[in-house]
């Protein structure tokens, strides 16, 4: 069974920072893309940044560039996400998902609030 | 960036009857070369993640029930509930993921009239 375990969210004041991780198995995590997709409170889905299978590529929304970074480690079925200089609007839920194209499997995601 | 909108914001249908879900992207998103459009459906419950029901514009995912359909081509698409459930409360969101960054319509509320 494919199982996607995010973790990391907290309460954080703006330009404060974050690590997210995601913990995965059930499947060979080192041939899969995985993607951070987020949902602020009440609204709806925002893709947030891709990762290739080996870590060689990868890819952020305009916004979170130079902000936050995408990262995998595979001897771990990790997945993480560095959030740096962090802001109001950046507070959703941050789930981790499978995929390039189609997310296949998701995670039951980790709050990010970013208030003072 | 492509933009996804989808139609209506939400959806009051009585049981039973078909609920029509539309989505139109900005840009083309079929991909001549492999004639295949670039869009995905997912449905999301209220405090669930979401759940993929549609790939390819069309290829239902393994397990997802046959009430569930996709169409369109190009820059058209609609999601087809051929006979609604009380289970199929839920947002739908139609994405799109011919290029980065990917984006999502803003979602649609169906809800049981």
């Known amino acids: 069974e494919v199982q996607l375990v995010e973790s990391g969210g907290d309460l954080v004041q703006p330009g404060g920072s974050l690590r997210l991780s995601c913990a995965a198995s059930?499947?060979?995590?080192?041939?899969?893309?995985m993607t951070w997709v987020r949902q602020a409170p009440g609204k709806g889905l925002e893709w947030v940044a891709n990762?290739?299978?080996?870590?060689?590529?990868?890819y952020h929304l305009d916004s979170v560039k130079g902000r936050f970074t995408i990262s995998r480690d595979n001897a771990k079925n990790s997945l993480f996400l560095q959030m740096n200089s962090l802001r109001a609007e950046d507070t959703a839920v941050y789930y981790c998902?499978?995929?390039?194209?189609?997310?296949?499997?998701w995670g039951q995601g980790t709050l990010v609030t970013v208030s003072s | 960036d492509i933009m996804m909108t989808q139609s209506p914001d939400s959806l009051a249908v009585s049981l039973g009857e078909r609920a029509t879900i539309n989505c139109k992207s900005s840009?083309?998103?079929?991909?001549?070369?492999?004639?295949?459009?670039?869009l995905a459906w997912y449905q999301q419950k209220p405090g669930q993640p979401p759940k993929l029901l549609i790939y390819?514009?069309?290829t239902r995912e393994s397990g997802v029930s046959d009430r569930f359909s996709g169409s369109g081509s190009g820059t058209d698409f609609t999601l087809t509930i051929s006979s609604l459930q009380a289970e199929d409360v839920a947002v739908y969101y139609c994405?799109?993921?011919?290029?980065?960054?990917?984006?999502f319509g803003q979602g649609t509320k169906v809800e049981i009239q």
């Open positions: 998902t499978r995929g390039v194209y189609y997310l296949d499997y």
């Open positions: 059930g499947f060979t995590f080192s041939k899969s893309w």
């Open positions: 990762i290739k299978e080996d870590g060689n590529e990868k």
């Open positions: 840009r083309n998103i079929l991909d001549s070369s492999n004639n295949k459009n670039y």
């Open positions: 390819w514009a069309s």
């Open positions: 994405h799109q993921y011919y290029n980065t960054p990917r984006t």
